[in-house]
């Protein structure tokens, strides 16, 4: 692999689920802070007008024909890349949370690196938003199991802002989790010895739409994504 990564093909991958409030904003921002990269939308089956306004833009996109969930999508986009022979492709949300001014920083800090995986967290300097207080409690837990199972301490390991080569490409291509995805393929991949490093960023907080994540499935995503982390960990 080039030592530069502004030589790489890069693709950032964007999950759309009923993001019609959002993913217009979304794409102004790739195009304008992140010119480097190619991005592909993979609208998940949208029961809302986000399909209309793909069309209507001309935006790239994947239209699944049945609702995959987001570990479907983002795995469809992980295969996507990988055939289409990127480099580097990167998990970017499709609700406006996360600003593309610091994927080409990711990309580099991965090919400086050496890493496999590159997060952009919140929680490193505490800036901009920080989540409600409910989920930073779940992200905390997280943080100690994962620690606790792999030695090492991801302070955002819910982020949904990675970046990642070819080698963990290929693998989510054929094996990426179905639910809440991003603890459980963090944990697949220490355990399997890849090396995932963090750098600070800033995210902003859901302008529109509704987050996949309520105050009412909370436990069950605690519970679920604990014993998936687990699973992972033991069946490395």
Same mark, same amino acid.
């Given at each position: 692999m080039a030592r530069n990564a502004e030589n790489?093909?890069?693709l950032i991958i964007i999950p759309a689920y009923n993001e019609s409030e959002n993913i217009e904003r979304t794409i102004r921002d790739v195009k304008e802070h992140a010119p480097g990269f190619d991005y592909v939308i993979i609208n998940d089956c949208s029961r809302d007008d986000t399909l209309e306004i793909l069309r209507k833009n001309n935006f790239h996109y994947l239209n699944l024909?049945?609702?995959?969930?987001i570990g479907g999508a983002v795995q469809t986009g992980y295969r996507y890349a990988y055939y289409h022979g990127y480099d580097l492709a990167v998990q970017?949300?499709?609700d406006g949370q996360h600003n593309a001014a610091y994927l080409q920083a990711m990309a580099d800090e991965l090919v400086s690196t050496g890493s496999n995986m590159v997060i952009g967290s919140r929680f490193i300097k505490k800036e901009g938003f920080q989540s409600s207080g409910m989920r930073r409690a779940g992200?905390?837990?997280?943080?100690?199991?994962?620690?606790l199972l792999t030695r090492k301490t991801i302070t955002d390991p819910t982020s949904g802002l990675r970046i990642v080569d070819r080698k963990? *490409?290929?693998?989510?291509?054929?094996d990426y989790p179905k639910d809440y995805p991003e603890p459980e393929s963090t944990v697949m991949v220490l355990s399997k010895g890849y090396k995932v490093q963090?750098?600070?960023?800033? *995210?902003?907080?859901?302008?529109g739409g509704v987050s996949s994540i309520s105050l009412l499935n909370g436990i069950y995503y605690m519970i679920k994504v604990s014993l998936a982390i687990?699973?992972?960990r033991i069946h490395k």
């Open positions: 790489l093909k890069k024909p049945v609702n995959l969930g970017f949300d499709g992200i905390r837990h997280f943080t100690r199991l994962i620690r963990l *490409m290929d693998l989510f291509q054929a963090e750098i600070p960023v800033i *995210m902003n907080e859901r302008e687990l699973f992972a």
